[in-house]
């Protein structure tokens, strides 16, 4: 069995910065693609960044690119993401989630096979 915690979340001014954090429980970590997502009131679940197992290689929406980044700590079993500059769009509950192996497709969420409980970014003007 596999579980994702998340935290980090909370309330932040526009161009203001946030650390989200999730921690995995159970199969080897370093085995594991991760990637975060992200649902705003009224929208559909989008794919925010992922990041591979052993060399750490990351991917990122064009949404995000350049703001967010995506890291892992293997020895810790987490990992974060980084957000700079937040925008009011950015609001949204953010989740983690997780697969076993490489993704083929890492931005869609059919491809991940656990995921954490969310937790929630609030940017205000």
């Known amino acids: 069995q596999v579980q994702l915690v998340e935290s980090g979340g909370g309330l932040v001014q526009a161009g203001g910065s946030l650390t989200l954090s999730c921690a995995r429980s159970?199969?080897?970590?370093?085995?594991?693609?991760m990637g975060w997502f992200r649902q705003a009131p009224g929208k559909e679940r989008e794919f925010v960044a992922g990041?591979?197992?052993?060399?750490?290689?990351?991917y990122y929406a064009e949404s995000v690119k350049g703001r967010f980044t995506i890291s892992r700590d293997n020895g810790k079993n987490t990992v974060y993401l980084q957000m700079n500059s937040l925008k009011v769009e950015d609001t949204a509950v953010y989740y983690c989630?997780?697969?076993?192996?490489?993704?083929?497709?890492?931005?869609?969420?059919?491809?991940?096979?656990?995921w954490g409980q969310g937790t929630q970014v609030t940017v205000s003007s």
């Open positions: 989630a997780a697969r076993l192996g490489v993704a083929t497709f890492p931005q869609r969420n059919y491809e991940y096979s656990y």
């Open positions: 159970g199969r080897t970590f370093s085995s594991y693609t």
């Open positions: 990041i591979w197992s052993s060399t750490g290689t990351s």
